[in-house]
């Protein structure tokens, strides 16, 4: 029983200890707030503009997208679609599983739940620490995520950073330096990507909010319950002794 314990232990565990251990930079914290609807509006566009053509999202209809205050098909249509697809079609990536192989020497995942296995800490630090790194295939590495076969797909945005390299207590310490400015400043950048990862975040379980609500809804239904089972409590059992 001991070892099947062990056994079970380890099981569960592995994976998180794993991940933790990866090495790199250390994570940034992402500004997610999954009420804020213009937000998530925001990174549902840049999502559609910058990721919809390589990954999926394939969980994902568009038509579900009342839940962040797209209310009406007209403005789903206007706002995410832009490939003739129907208010009601899955989010499927335009690009081929084959055609990703050949260009990126791996299929790009679906992004439906990428937020619950990486995290929006993960997601929000990586899309920031691209770098140029000519002696990769696609010229771009990155801090958190050593030779990604992902190119830096918002460049253009934030500029190009180099890597600096330094020496602090016998140890390599690395950093990033912005080297060519983009057509956003590193904070209008942040909040860019942070509209992006809070939207990956809702992408991953559109319907967290609604949970959320019933459970509050529920938590003081049972607290009500419990007074008003007290009081018939009292009032059943204050003429018996």
């Known amino acids: ?82 490939t003739g697809q129907k208010a009601g079609d899955l989010m499927l990536s335009a690009m081929r599983k084959k055609e990703g192989e050949e260009w990126f020497g791996v299929i790009p995942p679906d992004l439906s739940v990428i937020a619950r296995s990486r995290g929006a800490d993960w997601l929000y630090t990586y899309l920031r620490a691209f770098y140029r790194d000519e002696s990769t295939v696609p010229g771009w590495n990155n801090l958190v995520f050593d030779r990604a076969a992902m190119p830096h797909v918002l460049y253009k945005l934030q500029g190009e950073q180099k890597l600096v390299v330094k020496t602090v207590d016998n140890k390599e310490v690395k950093s990033l330096k912005l080297a060519e400015p983009g057509t956003m400043t590193p904070s209008e950048y942040d909040q860019f990507v942070a509209d992006l990862v809070n939207y990956l975040v809702y992408l991953s379980e559109p319907a967290a909010n609604d949970r959320k609500q019933l459970g509050i809804i529920v938590i003081v239904f049972l607290l009500g319950m419990l007074g008003l089972t007290y009081v018939l409590y009292q009032e059943y059992w204050k003429d018996i002794h």
């Open 1 to 82: 029983m001991k070892k099947f314990k062990i056994l079970l232990f380890a099981l569960c565990w592995a994976p998180l200890i794993i991940f933790a251990a990866e090495p790199g930079m250390p994570l940034d914290k992402a500004p997610i707030n999954q009420t804020d609807y213009e937000a998530l509006q925001r990174g549902a566009e840049t999502f559609v503009h910058y990721c919809l053509t390589c990954h999926g999202a394939s969980f994902m209809r568009y038509n579900r997208h009342r839940d962040i205050g797209l209310d009406n098909e007209a403005e789903v249509l206007e706002k995410l679609i832009l």
